[in-house]
């Protein structure tokens, strides 16, 4: 190659290589979304924006969180109470198409089956001429949480940026242009509320409406939005349902929307008030002002974690275009820019006080969404919050566990008027009213067993933070989980086993053509937590010793996970599995992920039986369930396949298109869209790369062979540890730097030997001086490597002995 050619090339790489690190952390693209889809999600908890960036036409898609069909309400109902011991004979019995036509009969709700999240409507804003345009470009910023869009037209670069103020509580958008008196447009607020009616007041465009009448549940959500517009230069006026600006140098919009929604059963707030105070105190603050003070509120959360896996030319590339050739390029920061896609959505969507992310985190454009954009509990609403702790977003945990104490108090009624029973209880489904009776068909509806999996999550919160204050207010509503339970189980006849019925393996049929079963494996599972958490909690409160000891003696007769004639672990009590069954819900591998109960290290026949199981139901999936997949391989020690399943997520999605992955603006796919699939994939690309679930902290537990180095930096780990910075190199650990907020025990776990800074440096000694680790466990046999098909004979544990807010430095050898 001639000297040209060299240095043509060379320029064109460090062109490329400028261009990747300047769009490093953003979503880009060379085009206007074309469909919601592409659209790029704002958020600051309460308030969700959609931008679509078309230059002739904006369309801002708004919702806000409280904005739900029907009311305050309960469908709870005592005609299920008679019928269950019916149901249960049927389904000893094995006539299990009778008994799920009788709980479809007399146990699921006959007249409210969840109301729908909805959207709040739209804001357009018409620009005259701007129909053909050049240089075009529209971004997502997640180190701003802003987005922006630009282009040209005759010789004017006119740009547009807009946020979802967290301090301010409005959306803002500012319109500029590099020429002088540029600006000319109109805009106004559309809603697709039949009832809704828009307004000119106090020099403000209104839009009043009501949510939905829906399974004649009354509408109750009043809301309002207001916008006031700011112009610099040129004419504004406001009238007939528009504001029109003529040539003005800068236009700055203030959007406001409000609700009378209080809590679950009170829509008393004078919503109208609240919309033009929160406007009105926006008001008294410039655009600048304003995204300073977003700005600085969402970096304190956004910038505790880091994550590089190098970057490379594909990141000067659209994002639409990345995800479309992830699957053959190597593309490393796409996975680091979908990981921190991911830790915005949580915290643009769920911040404290507030409503937990839904289906739909809270953007939604629809009346009437797919599955009316709720919370199910069988896998998708706990899903969202696997990466809260984990990820360093504890406090976007709040609105979560917040719902947790909200259906207790309604599963509560449930539980007595449904079933004769103690405690609470909550089906697969609940939305903001905290209905807790089943809804839907008995197909998907009739698993009763949602309370035992949301508590939980009481329980993670109490092992990422050891705050015994919390674990006080939690324990009762654990132990009224466990109460239900403890009044519900029954005696199976072939075992006299203790088992759930009727439930089902949520949404998956078995060799009889029905869903409603005994006994299935996911229950006996998130029982057998519930119980054994309750039960430590008990402990550590110093309480309680006789109900502890009444959940140990129930617990030793829950039916056990068994293996099955394929060696897989079986979904149901009885050996029902099918080799074939590619259903999207992998449920009796909970035990697996996001629980512990079986593990390469303790329980190596389960372990190998659980990876047979999720072999055989393979890779693609809807895109939440790939997602879930991510974690179980990292959790089954496979770092290539894991990454394999990230492959299958990354695939772009179009409306031409089949099968889940991920859509142009970076959604999950199931499809339709679901927020889940983006929250789930998160915490299995954190799990690739350091897990802490079973008393010690694995470094490196499911690298990929194609992120050979690399670093990150602020996760969490149970026990009360912060990774200050995790690197390696030639695929081992390199560098260990963590924190212990609660002192106590630090054990360590990697598959390369390890040795430690000086932790008590004498006058004199050189305090960068490593001494090396004694190990505390001898390599596991080469009989359990070999049976789980993992070399865990190489892997090295180390104990070392930390103080309360003190950080230690560990190196790989």
Same mark, same amino acid.
């Given at each position: 190659?001639?000297?040209?050619?060299?240095?043509?090339?060379?320029?064109?790489?460090?062109?490329?290589?400028?261009?990747?690190?300047?769009?490093?952390?953003?979503?880009?693209?060379?085009?206007?979304?074309? =469909?919601? =889809?592409?659209?790029?999600?704002?958020?600051?908890?309460?308030?969700?924006? !959609?931008?679509?960036?078309?230059?002739?036409?904006?369309?801002?898609?708004?919702?806000?969180?409280?904005?739900?069909?029907?009311?305050?309400?309960?469908?709870?109902?005592?005609?299920?109470?008679?019928?269950?011991?019916?149901?249960?004979?049927?389904?000893?019995?094995?006539?299990?198409?009778?008994?799920?036509?009788?709980?479809?009969?007399?146990?699921?709700?006959?007249?409210?089956?969840?109301? *729908?999240?909805?959207?709040?409507?739209?804001?357009?804003?018409?620009? *005259?001429?701007?129909q053909?345009?050049?240089?075009?470009?529209?971004? /997502?910023?997640?180190?701003?949480?802003?987005?922006?869009v630009?282009?040209?037209?005759?010789?004017v670069?006119?740009?547009?940026?807009?946020?979802?103020a967290?301090?301010?509580?409005?959306?803002?958008?500012?319109?500029?242009?590099?020429?002088?008196?540029?600006?000319?447009?109109?805009v106004?607020?559309?809603?697709?509320?039949?009832?809704?009616?828009?307004?000119?007041?106090?020099?403000?465009?209104?839009?009043?409406?009501q949510?939905?009448?829906?399974?004649?549940?009354?509408?109750?959500?009043?809301?309002?939005g207001?916008?006031?517009?700011?112009?610099?230069?040129?004419?504004?006026?406001?009238k007939?349902?528009?504001?029109?600006? #003529?040539?003005?140098?800068?236009?700055?919009?203030?959007?406001?929307?409000?609700?009378?929604?209080?809590?679950?059963?009170?829509?008393?707030?004078?919503?109208?008030?609240?919309?033009?105070?929160?406007?009105?105190?926006?008001?008294?603050?410039?655009?600048d002002?304003?995204?300073?003070?977003? $700005?600085?509120?969402?970096?304190?959360?956004?910038?505790?974690?880091?994550?590089?896996?190098?970057?490379?030319?594909?990141?000067?590339?659209?994002?639409?275009?990345?995800?479309?050739?992830?699957?053959? $390029?190597?593309?490393p920061?796409?996975?680091?820019?979908?990981?921190?896609?991911?830790?915005?959505?949580l915290?643009?969507?769920?911040?404290?006080?507030?409503? *937990?992310? =839904?289906?739909?985190?809270?953007?939604?454009?629809?009346?009437?969404?797919?599955?009316?954009?709720?919370?199910?509990?069988?896998? =998708?609403?706990?899903?969202?919050?696997?990466?809260?702790?984990?990820?360093?977003?504890?406090?976007?945990?709040?609105?979560?566990?917040?719902?947790?104490?909200?259906?207790?108090?309604?599963?509560?009624?449930?539980?007595?008027?449904?079933?004769?029973?103690?405690?609470?209880?909550?089906?697969?489904?609940?939305?903001?009213?905290?209905?807790?009776?089943?809804i839907?068909?008995?197909?998907?509806?009739?698993?009763?067993?949602?309370?035992?999996?949301?508590?939980?999550?009481?329980w993670?919160?109490?092992?990422?933070?050891?705050?015994?204050?919390?674990?006080?207010?939690?324990?009762p509503? !654990?132990?009224?989980?466990?109460?239900?339970?403890?009044?519900?189980?029954i005696?199976?006849?072939?075992?006299?086993?203790?088992?759930?019925?009727?439930?089902?393996s949520?949404?998956?049929?078995?060799?009889?053509?029905?869903?409603?079963?005994?006994?299935?494996?996911?229950?006996?599972? /998130?029982?057998?937590?519930?119980?054994?958490?309750?039960?430590?909690?008990?402990?550590?409160?110093?309480?309680?010793?006789?109900?502890?000891?009444?959940?140990?003696?129930?617990?030793?007769?829950?039916?056990?996970?068994?293996?099955?004639?394929?060696?897989?672990?079986?979904?149901?009590?009885?050996?029902?599995?099918?080799?074939?069954?590619?259903?999207?819900?992998?449920?009796h591998?909970?035990?697996?992920?996001?629980?512990?109960?079986?593990?390469?290290?303790?329980?190596?026949?389960?372990?190998?039986?659980?990876?047979?199981?999720?072999?055989?139901?393979?890779?693609?999936?809807?895109?939440?369930?790939?997602?879930?997949?991510?974690?179980?391989?990292?959790?089954?020690?496979d770092?290539?396949?894991?990454?394999k399943?990230?492959?299958?997520?990354?695939?772009?999605?179009?409306?031409?298109?089949r099968?889940?992955?991920?859509?142009?603006?970076?959604?999950?796919?199931?499809?339709?869209?679901?927020?889940?699939?983006?929250?789930?994939?998160?915490?299995?690309?954190?799990?690739?790369?350091?897990?802490?679930?079973?008393?010690?902290?694995?470094?490196?537990?499911?690298?990929?062979?194609?992120?050979?180095?690399?670093?990150?930096?602020?996760?969490?780990?149970?026990?009360?540890?912060?990774?200050?910075?995790?690197?390696?190199?030639?695929?081992?650990?390199?560098?260990?730097?963590?924190?212990?907020?609660?002192?106590?025990?630090?054990?360590?776990?990697?598959?390369? #030997?390890?040795?430690?800074?000086?932790?008590?440096?004498?006058e004199?000694?050189?305090?960068?001086h490593?001494?090396?680790? *004694?190990?505390?466990?001898?390599?596991?046999?080469?009989?359990?490597?070999?049976?789980?098909? $993992?070399?865990?004979?190489?892997?090295?544990?180390?104990?070392?002995?930390?103080?309360?807010?003190?950080?230690?430095?560990?190196?790989?050898?």
């Amino acid at each position: 190659m001639n000297k040209f050619w060299t240095k043509l090339l060379f320029l064109f790489l460090t062109i490329s290589s400028l261009q990747a690190q300047e769009t490093k952390w953003k979503l880009w693209y060379d085009k206007p979304a074309s =469909n919601w =889809n592409e659209a790029l999600p704002l958020g600051n908890g309460r308030l969700g924006a !959609m931008v679509f960036g078309v230059p002739a036409v904006e369309r801002l898609q708004l919702n806000e969180e409280t904005i739900w069909g029907g009311s305050p309400n309960s469908n709870a109902h005592s005609k299920s109470k008679a019928a269950i011991p019916y149901i249960q004979k049927l389904i000893f019995e094995g006539n299990y198409q009778a008994a799920q036509e009788l709980a479809n009969e007399k146990v699921m709700s006959q007249t409210n089956d969840g109301m *729908p999240y909805e959207t709040f409507g739209n804001v357009y804003i018409s620009f *005259p001429g701007h129909q053909d345009y050049q240089d075009y470009y529209r971004d /997502l910023d997640l180190e701003m949480a802003t987005s922006t869009v630009s282009y040209t037209v005759d010789g004017v670069k006119y740009q547009r940026e807009v946020f979802s103020a967290f301090e301010d509580d409005v959306i803002m958008v500012r319109l500029t242009a590099d020429r002088a008196a540029s600006i000319t447009c109109n805009v106004q607020m559309t809603s697709p509320h039949d009832n809704a009616v828009a307004r000119v007041r106090e020099n403000q465009l209104t839009l009043s409406g009501q949510s939905q009448t829906h399974d004649h549940q009354r509408g109750g959500v009043k809301f309002q939005g207001r916008i006031k517009a700011s112009n610099k230069g040129g004419e504004l006026v406001v009238k007939d349902g528009l504001i029109s600006v #003529k040539e003005a140098d800068e236009l700055t919009l203030y959007i406001s929307i409000a609700t009378n929604f209080k809590n679950y059963k009170d829509l008393s707030e004078e919503y109208e008030q609240k919309a033009a105070n929160i406007l009105n105190a926006a008001l008294t603050k410039d655009y600048d002002a304003i995204k300073k003070n977003h $700005v600085q509120f969402y970096q304190q959360f956004y910038n505790r974690v880091s994550l590089d896996l190098g970057i490379t030319s594909e990141a000067a590339k659209p994002t639409d275009q990345r995800i479309e050739n992830f699957a053959e $390029v190597n593309d490393p920061q796409l996975v680091a820019l979908y990981f921190q896609f991911a830790r915005y959505l949580l915290i643009s969507c769920s911040q404290p006080g507030g409503q *937990p992310a =839904n289906l739909q985190g809270i953007w939604n454009d629809m009346l009437f969404p797919p599955w009316e954009s709720k919370y199910t509990v069988n896998i =998708n609403a706990e899903m969202n919050y696997w990466p809260a702790e984990l990820t360093n977003l504890s406090e976007m945990h709040e609105p979560f566990l917040q719902m947790v104490r909200d259906v207790s108090e309604t599963g509560a009624e449930t539980a007595k008027k449904m079933y004769g029973a103690r405690g609470w209880v909550l089906h697969h489904n609940t939305d903001i009213w905290r209905i807790t009776g089943p809804i839907d068909y008995a197909a998907s509806g009739m698993w009763p067993s949602g309370g035992a999996w949301l508590s939980q999550h009481l329980w993670e919160r109490y092992l990422y933070s050891g705050d015994k204050d919390f674990l006080q207010e939690a324990y009762p509503i !654990m132990k009224g989980a466990a109460q239900f339970f403890l009044d519900v189980l029954i005696e199976e006849p072939s075992h006299q086993w203790l088992v759930v019925s009727p439930s089902s393996s949520p949404e998956n049929s078995h060799i009889h053509g029905a869903t409603i079963a005994a006994g299935v494996t996911m229950d006996n599972q /998130l029982l057998f937590d519930l119980f054994s958490n309750v039960i430590r909690a008990s402990k550590i409160l110093d309480e309680d010793q006789d109900f502890a000891d009444t959940l140990s003696v129930t617990r030793s007769r829950l039916a056990p996970m068994q293996i099955g004639q394929y060696g897989q672990l079986q979904e149901w009590m009885h050996d029902w599995d099918d080799p074939e069954d590619k259903h999207r819900h992998i449920s009796h591998l909970y035990g697996v992920f996001p629980s512990n109960q079986i593990s390469a290290f303790r329980t190596p026949k389960l372990f190998d039986a659980a990876k047979t199981s999720l072999m055989y139901r393979g890779d693609p999936s809807t895109g939440w369930s790939m997602g879930w997949k991510v974690n179980l391989w990292a959790r089954f020690l496979d770092g290539d396949h894991a990454y394999k399943l990230l492959q299958n997520q990354l695939s772009l999605v179009t409306p031409s298109t089949r099968g889940g992955g991920t859509y142009a603006n970076m959604f999950d796919a199931h499809p339709p869209f679901q927020i889940d699939g983006n929250f789930g994939c998160a915490a299995g690309i954190a799990e690739m790369l350091m897990q802490s679930q079973e008393g010690a902290i694995h470094l490196l537990p499911a690298l990929p062979s194609v992120w050979d180095k690399g670093s990150i930096k602020g996760l969490r780990a149970r026990g009360g540890f912060e990774i200050v910075e995790l690197s390696w190199k030639d695929h081992k650990v390199d560098k260990l730097v963590i924190r212990s907020t609660r002192g106590g025990n630090l054990r360590l776990r990697s598959e390369n #030997k390890l040795k430690a800074k000086g932790l008590s440096i004498a006058e004199g000694e050189n305090p960068n001086h490593f001494f090396e680790l *004694p190990e505390v466990k001898a390599p596991l046999t080469s009989e359990k490597a070999k049976l789980n098909a $993992v070399d865990l004979a190489n892997y090295h544990e180390y104990d070392l002995s930390t103080q309360a807010g003190e950080t230690y430095t560990v190196i790989g050898k």
